[in-house]
């Protein structure tokens, strides 16, 4: 028993030192990527997505990219105030008002997409493009879908975001964490 004991604090000791060297030595912690997500425009097959569950997407994709410890993402009011003039230009393919919204927050990259299809009875399709600021060019664009597999009793924003939306976000940060940005 005292083995194990002094085990441990052994290896809370070294954890200690090492996080301690790490916080001393800011260049050994990896910068993140800075990232502004923009709100996402509903296309004709997305009728049902009201403008609360457009907010609720882009806070959750904002909130998962950060959670990946990998980015840093611009403050989703910030961004919308920014982005709001020409949502419809940068989520319509316009890399030049990407880039514009991008350099005004100071962020690498600018994330945007449009709704391809939000189907209350249980399915969504997102068409995503991840712009890189500096050059203007689409560094990934990727088209993700996700049928429900449960029975959706509501059609409501929750049920949505929860069995529908939720697996694509979190198919679509897994990616993003993954790519060499």
């Known amino acids: 028993m005292k083995t194990l004991l002094a085990t441990v604090l052994l290896g809370i000791g070294l954890a200690n030192?090492?996080?301690?060297?790490?916080?001393?030595?800011?260049?050994?912690?990896?910068?993140k990527t800075q990232v502004a997500v923009i709100e996402f425009t509903p296309g004709p097959n997305a009728s049902g997505?009201?403008?609360?569950?457009?907010?609720?997407?882009?806070?959750?994709?904002?909130?998962?990219?950060?959670?990946?410890?990998?980015?840093?993402?611009?403050?989703?009011?910030?961004?919308?105030?920014?982005s709001q003039a020409d949502l419809v230009a940068i989520n319509g393919g316009s890399t030049a008002a990407a880039?514009?919204?991008g350099k005004q927050l100071r962020v690498s990259y600018v994330l945007t997409g449009t709704v391809e299809e939000y189907n209350t009875q249980g399915s969504a399709i997102l068409k995503t493009r991840l712009v890189e600021v500096g050059t203007g060019k689409v560094k990934r664009?990727?088209?993700?879908?996700?049928?429900s597999t449960k029975e959706m009793r509501t059609g409501g924003d929750v049920e949505m975001k929860t069995f529908v939306l939720l697996p694509i976000i979190l198919k679509l940060a897994e990616t993003l964490a993954t790519e060499a940005l």
């Open 141 to 147: 664009a990727d088209e993700l879908s996700h049928q």
């Open 49 to 82: 997505m009201t403008p609360e569950s457009k907010r609720q997407l882009q806070a959750s994709i904002a909130f998962r990219l950060m959670e990946t410890k990998k980015f840093k993402v611009v403050d989703i009011q910030n961004t919308r105030r920014t």
């Open 17 to 31: 030192e090492a996080f301690g060297q790490a916080m001393s030595n800011p260049s050994t912690i990896p910068p």
């Open 99 to 101: 880039v514009r919204v």
